[in-house]
């Protein structure tokens, strides 16, 4: 048996405040109406500042990253996929839509306690339009609801570091066209000092996950991936609101303090692990194993990383959390040059969504081997995910370009938001040849 | 006629061929909504980067991963497979990401002089979206020059343009014999034209074209019509199925009309000419029945479909959609709604290279059987 | 001393005895139900081919899919994409995609000079691509696995299976004999279907030179020429294919 | 494990009406359905059931046809082939005829035999066979307005249970009871693949699991898979099951429990030759109108 080095571990105390967070924020969507609010309901992460500048009290659900927390309940879950199905909803399509049109067939929302409450139906759809389905999606939900009004922004356009004034101007008209649209639906008007304070409150947010991300290049890694995807999905979901900054900051210092105090995620790490795209939620005990079994520890992924977050990417994939813009420079602003700066910021540091969805799989192979050099990793594991094409695009041959770099790579199959697509002990074979074919044994027996 | 056929059957020598009389260059794409035009006003020739059913794709498995349509599998198995060895360029005009995987893959393992991506807007009900594929157009443009190292002037423009309006409309005007009670033309024929126009040079098919116009009035069809068939589907250019359906099964049936890119889809609309003449080609493809991939927030395509219903007397469809293609995927369920409010009874095909032959064959036969009397 | 490998596939356990590298016996019993007892027979029909009684200090190693399953002889085990490598390496060091083809699994692995397995793929799903794909079609055909195998080299005339899956293809093979096909042009027809499966997987981990086969599908000729031809090289199989993997566990 | 070819088989037999004679019918029709598995011929005079055979199909379609017929019409004081009047043929190998003058496909011919069988009430109907499941939803004449059917894959169909009674030596016939005789109902097996399915119960063999346990959870993992594909369309009352499967118990009772509706039953007719049937009695239809047609 290898030797093996030994780190000290402790609890991330900042776990228990996401939880807080993320119940929260389900909770105030699934309760909008109690108060008078509103439900806007799309993709995580369509500009949310600016849906939240048509008054505090309208609460922004993100189908994504609601059916990925729907997906750990994998009963529930299970329930939801069916009701699909027999409704004639082709099994392959998008996982996590599954789960979310799935609710509103069989009405019923589950919240982070597991309470079931009645299908909270949207007032407006509002999506953007990222890969060839996403609002087509929305479409559907609309329709399934009894006829929720859309309104979709395309997003194929260049995004992250090839981005033009071109499509900035096209986001923007399109921005515009959709204010104006909303305030005839809801009745309601853009209201710009609240637009100010949310916008800042999202870029904030974004850039500060770059700032803690950037302690797990450490070793030993202060977080796992596992953990991180407890928190960054606040980036998507709420980043507008003033918690999710704050709470980034804390995880921020935090990590620095464990770093300091050479305080380890996973107190065996021998063998850093980057993955890619939202993984198999229901099994996420798959990476437990790893660690306990083989010292192995997944800490990156250009999705944790990237999905809307703050960098700024330089042309070779190195990565800076992303500068802000003051307040005074938003407020000197007219509304409309404010918007421009606000969706500029968005979408040039939005570069998984490029990389991701135009497929462009070259400059995503190089940003994951950014990813290997700067974190230090020492081969992947990639999720060949049946639930999702968008996250799947391009990652065999980003596959074959790590292979070419000298690195191991795993794959195995499963999908996000459906639990049938997984083969628990195929996998946990696969990745016991993976690491004895590297000489690493197991640390412990069994397992 | 035969020519359409022969021209489908033997693409790739035709490419060939063309290159050698011509000396001009040859360049692939990957979705109908590449402007075509653009590349005739240069003087090169578009071809459309097809796959080859019923063959193994195997050989694209270590790059697209089997959950995205065979279609894409097979379109990038064909480059790999060293089938297109004469493109000089390849280029797509954004649509679903499946075929955009194959295009990646395609630029990264199958080197050419010249590729190229167009960001075509997927909001094609989108405020800016004119002005903004009118920019892409103009910077497809610009590269093209910088490739043949010439410019590409408001008359090549012009030329390109009605190289392929006449094509199109001469299409529109053979799709009208189809609305016959006996149809001039058969589902297959039909889809050897369209197939073969996307895979020559036009101005050749454009003369075919005009030739079987003047032949179709006098065109004696001695099959039985039987059930009126529409096929609504993902990228269809399956002659075999087709051609099953229409000679192979006991209840006589024909194809009358179809909602696909190898069909109706890619030339129904009309092109309105402008001084800018870019503008004009956006337009063009932007106001284009749409692929669903496209078709949101309002659904424009049904009532496309329904008009493709009435004017052809359609009885009956086939859903014929590509297994894992999610844009069409999704539409059905919608879809089907739609249909039975129109009363118009439908099957739905999961379409994959592996199905065998014999049960689809039972499938139509059956679904056929449920719509006459069978005794 | 001697060292003893043993392979417990789906359907064949095998067992090589080896002593400094040298071959001293190869014996393969059908897995029956109970592996220990098949085990234990195969070793014992090893000993006895060898000449030898059983050596007090034998090494004894376990592989295939059912290593974990004799835990009374040895639990000394190693995974299947190791064995392989390492009996591939036996015979022709310059391997350096190996292929092991048995009866229900299908595996494909990329190595490099050092034997390391750098990447390796299975036929998870289906069985549709290995052996019993074979037996099932002759046993539809009511032919031998040798006899169908090689006519398959005699194959004239080009004809496709479409179906993917084992059942499916023996009445489309059925229906294909009523239509007068050829035993050759069929038998030509399903290791086509076979060799493509494979070698999709072969390209997943990466073609390169030299491929190995093994397993009990390398005895296979149809199979073999089959697969060259999807491949587009000539691959190298080892002699007495089917216990490369037993051998790469004595080793 | 001694391997039998003996446990996959199932009895064939055939049957006469008492009490008909048919000289005294007017139309005598037969229907011919060659499956994948069975094939079987059904004589009917004036639209009642008269003689059938059920038999294994043989290694072609002509052939099979000719012995279930010669069989059917074995005892059935002296009707020859020349005394039927029309012939249809049906399931996988009905192009390949030579006596039927017609073929229709077995989906419309399970919807007009589950229809006699069952009486009109019947709306959706399972048929699984030996390679194929098809779930078909019909009018209350037997007229097929929908239906889906597996395809690709063979798993969950009849083949699979055959490999499965072989494996474990229990008679097809015996295993839907035997299923039941277990304490708790185990996990479905997780692999209804015919291959890989046989590799999965004999590993739980050897882990010690009941022949009876094994088959619990095989029969389990087929009604899962079946009931998946009915789902997709949806079941209207009446229920019914036809084809050799709607003998087993052990799938039957288990995709009733899960669908939670009891299927209709019948002892007065085998729900396996419905296919037979409904060629049958297109057959007579068909005579008929040829007769008005032809003066
Ligand atoms: N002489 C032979 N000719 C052709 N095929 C053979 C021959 N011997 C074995 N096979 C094939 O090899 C398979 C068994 O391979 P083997 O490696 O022993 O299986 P496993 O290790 O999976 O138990 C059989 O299914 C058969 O198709
Ligand atoms: N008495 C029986 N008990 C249980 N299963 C049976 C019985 N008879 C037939 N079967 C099952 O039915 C299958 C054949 O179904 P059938 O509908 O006759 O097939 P086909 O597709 O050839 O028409 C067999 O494979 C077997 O599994
Ligand atoms: S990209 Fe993935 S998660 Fe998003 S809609 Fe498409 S399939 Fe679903
Ligand atoms: S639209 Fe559908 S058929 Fe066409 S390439 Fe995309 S996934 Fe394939
Ligand atoms: S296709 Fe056939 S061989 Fe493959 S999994 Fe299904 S039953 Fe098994």
Not at chain 1, 351 to 375: D, N, Q
Not at chain 2, 110 to 133: D, F
Not at chain 4, 166 to 194: A, M, N, R, Y
Request: charged share 25%.
């Amino acid at each position: 048996m290898t030797e093996v080095k030994k780190y000290p571990e402790e609890p991330l105390k900042t776990w228990n405040k996401a939880k807080e967070l993320r119940l929260k924020y389900f909770t105030s969507y699934a309760k909008a109406h109690e108060t008078g609010g509103l439900r806007f309901c799309g993709s995580a992460g369509s500009l949310n500042s600016i849906q939240q500048a048509f008054g505090r009290d309208v609460f922004i659900l993100g189908s994504e990253p609601y059916s990925a927390h729907a997906a750990f309940f994998s009963d529930f879950a299970r329930k939801c996929q069916e009701a699909c199905e027999s409704r004639g909803i082709a099994h392959d399509l998008c996982g996590y839509m599954k789960n979310y049109w799935g609710g509103i067939l069989i009405n019923q929302f589950i919240l982070p306690t597991h309470e079931i409450v009645p299908w909270p139906k949207a007032d407006v759809m509002w999506t953007q339009h990222i890969c060839c389905t996403h609002a087509k999606w929305y479409q559907y939900a609309g329709e399934l609801e009894g006829g929720v009004p859309e309104f979709g922004i395309d997003f194929n356009c260049r995004i992250g570091h090839t981005m033009t004034d071109r499509d900035i101007d096209y986001v923007l008209e399109q921005v515009l066209e959709g204010i104006e649209w909303v305030e005839k639906v809801t009745g309601r008007k853009f209201d710009d000092e609240l637009f100010i304070e949310a916008s800042l409150n999202e870029l904030a947010a974004n850039s500060a996950w770059g700032q803690a991300y950037e302690y797990n290049q450490n070793i030993p890694a202060p977080i796992d991936e596992k953990s991180l995807y407890s928190f960054f999905p606040f980036n998507i979901l709420c980043p507008q609101w003033a918690e999710t900054s704050a709470l980034f900051r804390e995880l921020r210092d935090e990590l620095k303090d464990r770093v300091d105090r050479g305080i380890a995620a996973v107190g065996n790490e021998r063998f850093r692990i980057l993955t890619d795209g939202p993984p198999q939620w229901a099994m996420l005990q798959v990476y437990r194993y790893m660690e306990k079994v083989y010292g192995a520890v997944t800490l990156g992924s250009t999705y944790t990383a990237y999905w809307g977050t703050g960098w700024d990417v330089a042309e070779d994939g190195s990565l800076i959390a992303a500068k802000i813009p003051t307040r005074e420079e938003f407020a000197q602003l007219n509304r409309e040059a404010r918007l421009r700066k606000y969706i500029a910021w968005k979408l040039s540091k939005q570069e998984a969504y490029s990389v991701t969805f135009t497929g462009c799989h070259p400059r995503k192979s190089a940003l994951m081997l950014k990813i290997m050099e700067l974190w230090k990793l020492d081969g992947a594991i990639i999720h060949l995910n049946r639930g999702c094409e968008g996250s799947a695009m391009g990652v065999l041959e980003n596959r074959l370009d790590i292979i070419k770099a000298g690195y191991p790579v795993l794959t195995y199959e499963g999908n996000m938001g459906d639990v049938r697509d997984f083969d628990y002990a195929g996998t946990i074979r696969k990745i016991e040849n993976f690491f004895e074919n590297l000489g690493l044994e197991k640390l412990i027996k069994g397992g | 006629m035969s020519s359409f056929k022969n021209w489908s059957d033997n693409r790739h020598d035709y490419a060939r061929e063309w290159k050698k009389k011509t000396g001009g260059k040859v360049l692939g794409y990957f979705c109908t909504y590449l402007p075509e035009e653009i590349l005739y006003a240069a003087d090169v020739l578009p071809v459309r980067i097809f796959g080859q059913h019923g063959s193994d794709i195997g050989i694209s498995s270590a790059h697209i991963y089997d959950m995205y349509c065979p279609f894409s599998r097979s379109c990038l198995a064909e480059g790999l497979k060293g089938k297109y060895d004469y493109l000089d360029g390849v280029a797509i005009a954004q649509s679903c990401m499946h075929i955009r995987q194959a295009f990646w893959s395609w630029q990264k393992h199958l080197p050419v002089e010249y590729s190229y991506y167009i960001y075509m807007p997927h909001g094609v009900q989108s405020k800016g979206r004119y002005e903004y594929y009118r920019g892409e157009l103009v910077e497809f443009k610009e590269s093209l020059e910088k490739w043949l190292g010439r410019t590409i002037s408001d008359a090549d423009l012009d030329k390109g343009i009605d190289i392929v309006r006449k094509n199109k409309e001469s299409m529109r005007k053979i799709w009208e014999f189809r609305k016959n009670d006996r149809p001039s033309i058969t589902g297959l024929e039909a889809m050897e034209i369209v197939f073969s126009s996307q895979v020559t040079d036009k101005r050749e098919h454009n003369e075919a074209l005009e030739q079987l116009i003047t032949e179709l009035p006098d065109r004696k069809v001695d099959r039985e019509t039987g059930t009126r068939l529409m096929i609504i589907g993902s990228e269809d250019d399956d002659r075999e199925f087709t051609k099953m359906v229409e000679e192979g099964l006991s209840l006589p049936a024909t194809f009358v009309i179809e909602d696909h890119c190898v069909g109706s889809r890619y030339f129904w609309n009309d092109f309105t000419p402008g001084e800018d003449r870019l503008a004009s080609i956006a337009r063009w493809y932007l106001d284009r029945p749409p692929c669903p991939s496209k078709d949101w927030p309002k659904r424009l395509r049904f009532s496309h479909i329904k008009n493709l219903i009435q004017e052809y007397k359609v009885e009956a469809a086939i859903l014929m959609q590509q297994k894992f293609c999610d844009p069409h995927e999704l539409d059905i369920p919608a879809l089907k709604t739609y249909l039975d409010e129109l009363d118009i009874p439908y099957y739905l095909i999961e379409f994959d290279v592996l199905v065998p032959a014999g049960q689809l064959k039972t499938r139509v036969e059956a679904f056929l059987e449920t719509r006459v009397e069978l005794v | 001393m001697a060292n003893i490998g043993i392979d417990i596939g789906s359907q064949n356990t095998k067992v090589a005895i080896l002593e400094d590298r040298k071959i001293l016996a190869l014996a393969k019993v059908p897995t029956g139900f109970d592996q220990q007892v098949s085990v234990k027979k195969a070793i014992k029909l090893g000993l006895d081919k060898a000449g030898i009684g059983m050596p007090d200090s034998a090494q004894i190693r376990v592989t295939g899919i059912g290593r974990k399953a004799v835990p009374d002889i040895s639990t000394n085990e190693i995974n299947e994409t190791m064995s392989a490598a390492k009996g591939a390496f036996f015979y022709f060091p310059s391997a350096r995609v190996v292929i092991d083809a048995g009866a229900e699994n299908v595996t494909v692995m990329k190595v490099n000079e050092q034997m390391r397995v750098l990447d390796f793929a299975t036929n998870d799903k289906c069985a549709a691509g290995a052996g019993s794909f074979v037996e099932s079609m002759t046993k539809a055909l009511g032919t031998t696995i040798d006899d169908f195998a090689k006519s398959a080299l005699q194959r004239t005339e080009k004809i496709n299976i479409n179906a993917q899956c084992v059942i499916f293809a023996e009445s489309e093979v059925v229906s294909l004999v009523h239509s007068g096909a050829s035993r050759a042009d069929i038998s030509g027809a399903i290791h086509e279907a076979i060799a493509d499966r494979i070698s999709a997987l072969v390209r997943r981990v990466g073609l390169e030179k030299d491929v190995v086969v093994m397993g009990g599908m390398a005895n296979n000729v149809g199979f073999i020429d089959a697969l060259e031809k999807a491949l587009d090289v000539n691959v190298l199989v080892a002699t007495d294919p089917e216990y490369a993997c037993a051998i790469g566990a004595a080793l | 494990m001694a391997q039998s070819k003996d446990f996959r088989d199932w009895d064939q037999y055939r049957w006469t009406a008492p009490d008909t004679d048919w000289r005294k019918a007017s139309i005598v029709s037969c229907g011919i359905d060659i499956g994948s598995i069975s094939t079987q011929a059904v004589i009917m005079v004036d639209g009642q059931l008269y003689a059938y055979s059920n038999m294994r199909t043989g290694s072609n379609s002509p052939d099979s046809a000719d012995k279930a017929l010669s069989w059917a019409l074995e005892d059935t004081d002296g009707l020859s082939q020349d005394d039927i009047q029309y012939i249809v043929g049906t399931g996988y190998g009905r192009i390949n005829i030579p006596m039927a003058q017609r073929a229709i496909t077995e989906i419309a011919c399970h919807a007009l035999g589950a229809n006699f069988i069952y009486g009109p009430s019947v709306r959706t109907i399972l048929d699984v066979g030996g390679q194929d499941v098809k779930v078909i939803q019909c009018d209350e004449k037997g007229k097929v307005i929908n239906f889906l059917m597996n395809d690709k894959c063979a798993a969950g169909t009849g083949r699979g249970m055959e490999v499965m009674a072989d494996l474990l030596s229990v008679p097809l016939v015996e295993i839907g009871q035997k299923s039941f005789e277990v304490d708790e109902e185990p996990e479905p097996v997780s692999s209804t693949c015919v291959v890989f399915g046989k590799s999965e119960a004999l590993s739980l063999l050897r882990k010690g699991w009941s022949i009876e346990k094994v088959l619990a959870a095989y029969c389990r993992a087929m009604a899962n898979r079946i009931v998946e594909l009915i789902e997709r369309l949806g079941v209207q009352r009446e229920f019914a099951i036809t084809g050799g499967q709607s003998k087993n118990i052990g799938v039957v009772k288990r995709i009733e429990m899960l669908l939670n509706i009891e299927a209709v039953k019948t002892e007065k007719y085998d729900p396996q030759i419905a296919g037979g049937i409904g060629a049958a009695l297109f057959a007579r239809a068909l005579f008929e109108k040829s007769r008005k047609s032809g003066g």
